[in-house]
C-alpha cells in the first residue's frame, strides 16, 4: 500500500472523495452497510452483500491457486482437479461409499503399477506394461460400478441452480453457480462437502474429457496454438509459461493421487475465500458459513511463489506459419498487481483499447486503415505475478502483421514523448467510476469482485479504491510508465503468418 | 473491441403480469445428510410490470422503473433486417447496423459523437439482426437529458456518411476473409445452411461481392422505409420517474408521422439432403459434429412439452448427451442439443459435439444412439421429474431483475405473443406428462431427416465415414472480390 493511512478513514468520506459527481444520486456508504465480511476460526473468508433485488443469490468460491502451482512435469494438474470437484462427495454420486473407495484404491494401486513400467526408459517390458494397463481398466471398471453420474450436478440444477461452472487460470480457481434465495442452507453444505469430501471418481475418464477440451481451445485454433507458444516464449523461469489446460505428455500421466495430493496442499481454508451475494441475510448466512465450512480443517499455508522472472535482454520471437489469416501479438513485462503503478497500466490500457475513441482503434482501424481491430491490455496471462502488458492486431485483408507492429510502436511512442490530453484522461477516470456503478447491478459480478478483491488485497474496498488509484493517475505518471516498460528489450512478439494450404484456399489468395 | 458495449450492457431486459413463484422440492437425494436440510419456501415475489404507453403514432412505450443504480438504458427495437435484404446486397443491415451510429448525424460526425458520449462514459449504440434493427442508449443518470439528445439525432437524422460506410466494408471484408480460420464458426454456419438451405436468409452469409454491392443510397433508403414509429417498441429502463419519461418521450415523438408498415416477410425453408456432408481442416486435430434437421415455432402448442424433453436431453450438465457421452464414454468436452424453436420461424434442431478426429464415427453413431433412444426410452419418472424440477426450481431467473422483465416483455410484444407468455410457459412445463414426451418425441425426432456435418482433419479421420453412408463434401472457399481472380489450384467442386 501506497498511504497506509487511508485504511483507517471511514468509507464514506473516501468514497465521497472518489466519486464526487455521483454523490448525490449514489449512496456509497449504503453500500459498505450491505457487505459483512467474516474470516471462520479454520482461515475461510466469507463475504456477504446483500442486494435483494429478487430472491436469488449468486456466489463465488475463488481458490488461491492455479495452473502456476501445477508441479514440474504435471501441468494441467490445478485444472484437472476443478474438473473432479463436481465429481461428488462420499455421499453424493455413489450407491456404496465404502465399497467404491476400496475400489478406487485398487485403481491407484494398479495406475502406480501400470505408470512405473509405463516410463521406463531402460528395461520396459511391453508385455508387462500391457498386462498392468489391462489390470488398471479392470480396476475402472469394477470402481464404476459404485457410481452414480453426475449426481452432485444434478442435485443443484434440480434445486434451480444456474450458470453451473467454474473455472481455473494462472492465478487461481473459481466455482459459481446461482440458486434461489430459499436454498442457502443447502448451498452451503454442497459447497463445503465438495472441498470436505471430494471424490476422485471417473478420473481416468475426465482426463479424457480434459484433453478433449485441450484439443478444442487450443490445437484446434490458430490464436490457440500462438498463444502457447507466445506465453511459452515470453516467460524463462516464472510458471505462466506453462499451459492451464496442460501438455497431453503430462495429462496422459498424472494420477488421482496427484490431484487429490494438489487438493490437500492449495485447498487450504485460509486460502480460499467464498463470496456470496443476493437476497441473503449475512446473521443467516454467517452461522450456515461456520457450520458447514467452519468443518473444513486448517492446514499449513501452501508456500508463496518466490521465483522471479530474469530481466529480458533482448527482443523474443515467435512465428507460427498457418493457413488461416494473420494475427500479430506483443508483450512486455511488468510487475505484479501489487506494484504501486498498478492503476497506471490499466489507465494505458482503458485508453489504448476501450472503444471507438482509443488511441489504437483511431490510429490503425480508422485512420491508418490496416486494422479491424487492435488492443492493449494488462494482465496477460494473470496479474498476481510479474506479468504481460500486451498488444494485439487483426489485419485487415492485405495487410500484414508487420504493418502492425510498426504502426503499434508509433502509438507507444507517442505515450512516452508527449502528454495524453486533459480529456482523454478525464474519459479514463469517468469511465472507471461509471464501470463500477454499471458492475454492482449483476450478483454473480459483484461476487466475482469481492471475493477476487477480498482475496488479493485481504479488503474487498479495494475495487473502490482501485477507482480512486485510477482517479490519481497523472500525465506524467502515464509517460513515465510506458517509458519504463514498452522497451524493444523487455519485448515478446508473436505472430501468425499467412502459408497457402489444401483446405483453406481463400489463404492462398492473400499471398 | 468494445463497440458493441451499450448492447452488452443492455442484454438484461422482460417482464410478466406474474404471481409468486411456485417451488416444488427436489428428488430426494441419497446421501443423508442432504436429505436432512429443509428448504423453505420461496418467498413471494412479484416482478414488477413495465408501463404500457402506445403513442397516437403506434409507437409502443414500455416503461421500468429501478432505482438501484444512478443509471438509465434505453434500446429502441425496430421492424425490418437482414432475412429481407436484397439477395445481392447480403451484409446490407450489418452495414446499416454499424454505420447508423458511426456515420454520425446531419449536425455531428460520429467521431465527434464518439468523444462527447464517451466523455460521459455513455452510450448510444445500433446493430442490425435478422429481424430487426437496434438503436439503444445507456447513461448515468445526470447525463440523460445530453444522451438522450444524441439517442434521438441518431435516430431521426443519421447522416450514412461515406467514410464510416468504407470503414465498415473494411470490417466485413475482414470477417469474410477469416470466416474458414475457426472450426466452430465453419461447423456453424454450414450447419445453418444444411437445416435452412443455403439461400434461406437465416443461412445465407455476406459475400465480398454483395458487400461491394452495398452503397449509400441503400442505408439511406432503408432508413426511409422502416424507422417508423409504428415498427418501433421503445423500452427504457432505470433510475426515472415514469410519469416524467413518458412526458419526455411524448414531448420527442408525438409529432413524428406514422410510416407505411413495415412488410411481413414470406421465407421458405429448404433443408439439404439429409445425408453425410464433409468439411476438411487440415490444421486441427478435434473434430466438430452438427446433426441438424428443422426445429419448431415457439407458438407451436408441444413447445412446452418439447422444452422438458429438451432439458432431460441436452441442457446442463446433468443432461442426457452430457451424462452418456462425456461423462461415461469421455467422447468429448463440449457436447448438447435440443429441438430449437424461434418466435416466428422454425428453429434448428441441432446436435453438436467436438470429438478428437480418431473417435469421430463413434461419436457421430453416439449422437445417432442417443436421437434413437429418446424415441424408445423418452424421459419419464425420476428423469422426467428432475427435467422439470430443474425448470420450475430455477423458473424465478426467468425475472430476477427489471431489466430483464422488460426484455423479455419487449420480446412478447414485437412478436405479437402474448403478454403472459412465461406464465404459461410455466404452467404448460408443470403440466407436462411422460405420455405428452414420449408423444413428442415420436412426433418431432426422425433421425433419417437429420444432416450430418463433420468439420475435421481428414488425414487424421481416415477412412472412419465410409461405414456411414455416402458422403458428400461441401465447398467453403470463398469467392474472392469482383475482378480478382482465384488462385488455379483454389477452386473445389461440392
Known amino acids: 500500500m501506497k498511504f497506509p493511512l487511508r485504511r483507517i478513514l471511514p468509507a464514506l468520506l473516501f468514497l465521497l472523495v472518489v466519486l464526487p459527481a455521483f454523490s448525490q444520486e449514489f449512496d456509497m456508504a449504503s453500500l459498505e452497510k450491505r457487505v459483512t465480511v467474516k474470516k471462520l476460526d479454520n482461515g475461510l473468508t466469507i463475504v456477504v452483500m446483500q442486494r435483494p433485488e429478487a430472491p436469488v443469490f449468486s456466489f463465488f468460491t475463488i481458490v488461491d491457486a492455479g495452473s502456476s502451482q501445477d508441479p514440474l512435469g504435471e501441468t494441467g494438474l490445478a485444472h484437472m482437479f476443478e474438473h473432479m470437484a463436481f465429481k461428488g462427495t462420499t455421499g453424493i454420486g455413489t450407491t456404496d461409499w465404502p465399497a467404491e473407495k476400496a475400489a478406487l484404491e485398487k485403481v491407484e494401486e494398479t495406475y502406480a503399477a501400470y505408470r512405473a513400467e509405463r516410463y521406463k526408459t531402460v528395461g520396459r517390458d511391453a508385455d508387462k506394461v500391457k498386462q498392468l494397463e489391462q489390470a488398471w481398466k479392470d480396476a475402472i471398471a469394477q470402481a464404476q460400478k459404485y457410481v452414480v453420474p453426475n449426481e452432485f450436478d444434478e442435485v443443484v440444477e434440480t434445486n434451480g441452480g444456474r450458470g453451473v461452472n467454474a473455472f481455473t487460470n494462472w492465478d487461481e480457481t473459481a466455482y459459481m453457480y446461482s440458486l434461489p434465495a430459499n436454498r442457502v442452507e443447502l448451498w452451503a453444505y454442497l459447497e463445503s462437502e465438495r472441498f470436505l469430501h471430494p471424490v476422485m471418481r471417473e478420473f481416468y475418464k475426465e482426463r479424457d474429457v480434459v484433453m478433449e477440451e485441450r484439443r478444442m481451445r487450443t490445437d484446434s485454433q490458430p490464436i490457440g496454438r500462438l498463444v502457447e507458444q507466445f506465453l511459452g516464449s515470453s516467460f524463462a523461469t516464472y510458471p505462466y509459461h506453462r499451459p492451464t489446460i496442460g501438455y497431453f505428455s503430462d495429462l496422459n500421466y498424472f494420477s488421482a493421487t496427484d490431484a487429490k495430493d494438489f487438493f490437500e496442499k492449495y485447498y487450504v481454508p485460509a486460502n480460499m475465500v467464498v463470496a456470496i451475494v443476493g437476497d441473503v441475510k449475512p446473521d443467516e448466512v454467517i452461522p450456515l458459513a461456520e457450520k458447514y465450512f467452519g468443518r473444513l480443517p486448517v492446514r499449513p499455508h501452501p508456500a508463496p511463489v518466490h521465483t522471479a522472472e530474469p530481466a529480458q535482454n533482448s527482443e523474443r520471437n515467435v512465428q507460427l506459419l498457418e493457413t488461416s489469416q494473420p494475427f500479430y501479438l506483443e508483450g512486455y513485462h511488468r510487475p505484479n498487481y501489487r506494484d504501486p503503478d498498478d492503476a497506471v497500466y490499466d489507465a494505458i490500457s482503458d485508453l489504448m483499447s476501450n472503444g471507438r475513441t482509443s488511441r489504437l482503434f483511431r490510429a490503425l482501424v480508422r485512420d491508418k486503415k490496416i486494422a479491424a481491430e487492435a488492443e492493449g491490455f494488462s494482465g496477460f496471462p494473470g496479474t498476481k505475478y510479474q506479468h504481460l502488458f500486451a498488444f494485439d492486431a487483426v489485419p485487415l485483408p492485405g495487410h500484414t502483421p508487420e504493418e502492425m507492429r510498426k504502426a503499434i510502436h508509433e502509438e507507444i511512442e507517442r505515450l512516452k514523448t508527449s502528454d495524453v490530453t486533459d480529456e482523454e484522461l478525464q474519459m479514463v477516470k469517468t469511465r472507471a467510476k461509471a464501470n463500477l456503478i454499471r458492475g454492482l447491478a449483476d450478483n454473480g459480478g459483484m461476487a466475482f469482485q469481492l471475493a477476487i478483491y477480498q482475496l488479493r488485497y485481504g479488503d474487498w474496498r479495494e475495487l473502490f479504491r482501485s477507482v480512486d488509484r485510477i482517479d490519481k493517475v497523472t500525465k506524467e505518471d502515464i509517460r513515465r510508465v510506458a517509458n519504463k516498460t514498452f522497451q524493444p528489450t523487455n519485448r515478446t512478439v508473436g505472430v501468425i503468418e499467412t502459408i497457402p494450404g489444401s483446405s483453406s484456399p481463400e489463404g492462398v489468395k492473400e499471398q | ?494
Not at chain 2, 410519469?243 to 429448404?270: L, V
Not at chain 2, 478428437?356 to 457421430?364: L, V
Not at chain 2, 434413437?372 to 430443474?390: F, H, M, N, V
Request: contains cysteine.
Open chain 2, 1 to 494: 473491441m468494445n463497440r458493441q458495449m451499450s448492447l452488452a450492457l443492455f442484454v438484461s431486459l422482460w417482464l410478466m403480469p406474474l404471481v409468486a413463484v411456485a417451488q416444488r422440492p427436489a428428488q430426494t437425494p441419497l446421501d443423508p445428510e442432504l436429505a436432512k436440510i429443509k428448504t423453505p419456501p420461496l418467498p413471494e415475489f412479484h416482478p414488477q410490470v413495465p408501463k404500457r404507453v402506445v403513442l397516437p403514432n403506434g409507437m409502443v412505450v414500455l416503461l421500468q422503473e429501478d432505482h438501484e443504480l444512478p443509471l438509465i438504458d434505453g434500446v429502441m427495437r425496430v421492424r425490418g433486417g437482414s432475412r429481407v435484404e436484397p439477395v445481392d446486397k447480403v451484409g446490407l443491415i450489418d452495414i446499416y447496423g454499424d454505420v447508423w451510429r458511426t456515420g454520425g448525424t446531419k449536425d455531428k460526425t460520429g467521431d465527434q459523437l464518439d468523444d462527447f458520449l464517451e466523455a460521459r462514459a455513455a452510450k448510444v449504440e445500433t446493430d442490425g439482426n435478422a429481424d430487426s434493427t437496434i438503436i439503444s442508449f445507456s447513461c448515468l443518470k445526470p447525463d440523460f437529458e445530453d444522451v438522450f439528445k444524441v439517442f434521438l439525432d441518431v435516430l431521426q437524422n443519421p447522416a450514412f456518411r461515406e467514410d464510416k460506410i468504407a470503414l465498415a466494408k473494411f470490417q466485413m471484408n475482414t470477417g469474410i476473409a477469416r470466416r474458414n480460420d475457426e472450426i466452430d464458426q465453419i461447423a456453424r454456419r454450414v450447419a445453418t445452411q444444411l437445416a435452412y438451405g443455403p439461400q434461406n436468409p437465416y443461412a445465407r452469409f455476406p459475400e465480398y461481392a454483395t458487400v461491394a454491392a452495398v452503397k449509400r443510397q441503400d442505408l439511406v433508403e432503408w432508413h426511409r422505409r422502416y424507422v417508423h414509429p409504428n415498427n418501433i417498441i421503445f423500452g427504457v429502463v432505470g433510475d426515472f420517474d415514469s410519469k416524467a419519461m413518458e412526458a419526455r418521450i411524448r414531448q420527442a415523438f408525438d409529432s413524428w408521422p406514422k410510416g407505411p408498415e413495415a412488410p411481413k416477410p414470406h421465407i421458405t425453408f429448404t433443408p439439404e439432403k439429409p445425408q453425410l456432408y464433409f468439411v476438411p481442416k487440415d490444421d486441427v486435430n478435434q473434430s466438430d459434429i452438427q446433426m441438424v434437421s428443422l426445429g419448431i415455432e415457439r407458438n407451436n402448442p408441444d413447445y412446452f412439452a418439447i422444452e422438458v424433453m429438451n432439458y432431460a436431453f441436452g441442457a446442463g450438465f446433468s443432461a442426457r448427451l452430457t451424462k452418456d457421452l462425456r461423462t461415461a464414454k469421455g467422447l468429448a468436452y463440449a457436447v448438447g442439443g435440443g429441438i430449437g424453436s424461434s418466435f416466428d420461424h422454425p428453429g434448428i434442431f441441432r446436435l453438436a459435439m467436438g470429438t478428437k478426429s480418431a473417435t469421430t464415427a463413434e461419436a457421430i453413431e453416439g449422437l445417432k444412439q442417443e436421437l434413437q433412444k429418446l424415441i424408445d426410452a423418452p424421459p419419464k419418472g425420476e428423469e422426467l421429474r428432475s427435467a422439470k424440477d430443474a425448470i420450475l426450481n430455477a423458473f424465478v431467473f426467468n425475472f430476477d431483475s427489471r431489466a430483464k422483465v422488460l426484455r423479455e416483455q419487449m420480446g412478447y410484444e414485437y412478436y405479437g405473443y402474448p403478454l403472459d407468455f412465461l406464465d404459461r410457459y410455466r404452467t404448460g412445463v408443470e403440466k407436462t406428462t411422460a405420455e405428452d414426451v414420449a408423444r413428442v418425441a415420436k412426433k418431432y425426432i426422425h433421425p433419417e431427416q437429420f444432416a450430418t456435418l463433420v468439420v475435421g482433419n481428414p488425414e487424421e479421420i481416415g477412412d472412419q465415414l465410409k461405414g456411414l453412408g455416402p458422403v458428400a463434401k461441401w465447398d467453403i472457399s470463398i469467392p474472392p472480390p469482383p475482378g480478382e481472380a482465384r488462385h488455379a489450384s483454389a477452386s473445389q467442386s461440392k
